[in-house]
């Protein structure tokens, strides 16, 4: 039996080729719907029949989580009452790989009765529903990845992939920051990263604070015992001035050998270590600690008094 794997591989260049070949469609068009949305001043809605409605659900859940308000509606529900969530100052994004779907067609004049601007998203811009959309985005595809060529397989890939592309240069026009995706997912793993900061996780009691006058051997135990690998030095108002490691004790070691012990926390100590303040995001402190290499960050006031300790698997939420 041919492996099946070849049939697999065969699919993915299929489906990946369909959306390259987006590329080069492109034009003006989606220029303009990307305006139409950004200066939307209700709602998008989108719609589809059948694999184009499942792909136009998924596009309006992805733009309605990055920023712009959007829902899906199935055109045959509009028969049904639907209709009165549409204002003109929505906007319409029609989904048909023909262009030629009955029901959707039958939706439209209600859409263009409302005076509600209309993009759509077809493979075909001859069809009736590129005629009566005021900005046309044409999702054309060779063939589908189906071995019949009938499944809609390459060309609802296509067009989700659209989809994704509108979602994404909205989102550039809008700045959207990382604080603002985590306001649209609050409850989900990402929102509870992008949202909790410093003073949420930080270690705040029983913390590794040795004087710098410490000799080293000394110095060891309190690190050892603190179980975070270091040790924190303070002045005497509370002000945190240098940090050693458990690293830094073993390269002095190495260097003093039996002249170890006679040597105190000053002489190894790192100081201005890196701080952040209690309202820092536990994202920019990973960053932190990526950029310099570092497991710890100590956690201070503005005046840099000692609040607590974040390591890195504190930030593993």
């Keep these: 039996m041919k492996n099946v794997r070849t049939y697999a591989i065969q699919c993915l260049q299929d489906e990946a080729k369909a959306v390259l070949d987006i590329i080069p469609q492109l034009d003006e068009n989606f220029d303009k719907a990307v305006d139409m949305m950004l200066h939307c001043h209700g709602k998008i809605i989108v719609t589809g029949v059948g694999k184009s409605g499942h792909i136009g659900a998924k596009i309006a859940a992805t733009l ?3 920023g712009t308000p959007a829902f899906y509606i199935n055109p045959l529900d509009v028969y049904h009452g639907d209709l009165g969530v ?14 030629q779907t009955d029901e ?18 077809t493979g075909n811009p ?10 046309h985005i044409k999702v054309w595809v060779e063939r589908e990845a189906c071995p019949l060529n009938l499944a809609p397989t390459s060309s609802t890939t296509a067009a989700l992939a659209v989809g994704d592309a509108l979602a994404i240069a909205l989102m550039q026009e809008r700045n959207f920051k990382p604080g603002d995706f985590a306001n649209f997912h609050p409850g989900g793993e990402l929102g509870k990263r992008l949202l909790t900061t410093a003073a949420d996780v930080m270690r705040s009691e029983e913390m590794p604070v040795i004087p710098e006058e410490m000799h080293l051997g000394e110095a060891i135990i309190h690190v050892s015992k603190g179980k975070l690998g270091l040790g924190v030095t303070l002045d005497d108002s509370g002000r945190i ?24 926390v000053k002489d190894i100590m790192t100081p201005h270590p890196k701080m952040v303040l209690p309202t820092t995001k536990i994202t920019e402190i990973q960053r932190i600690m990526q950029r310099h290499k570092i497991h710890t960050v100590l956690v201070a006031d503005q005046q840099k008094h000692l609040l ?10």
């Excluded at 590129?130 to 900005?135: P, Q």
């Excluded at 607590?308 to 939420?317: E, L, R």
């Design 241 to 264: 001035i240098g940090l050693i490691t458990d690293g830094d004790i073993r390269r002095a070691m190495e260097k003093w050998q039996a002249q170890f012990f006679d040597h105190t």
């Design 126 to 135: 001859n069809s009736l529903l590129a005629k009566y959309s005021n900005a």
């Design 308 to 317: 607590g300790i974040v390591d890195h698997y504190s930030c593993m939420i």
């Design 104 to 121: 959707l067609l039958r939706f439209i004049p209600m859409v263009l009765h409302m005076k509600v601007p209309i993009i759509g998203m």
């Design 64 to 66: 309605a989580s990055t």
């Design 86 to 99: 549409m204002t003109p100052d929505d906007v319409v994004l029609a989904l048909s790989n023909s262009g």
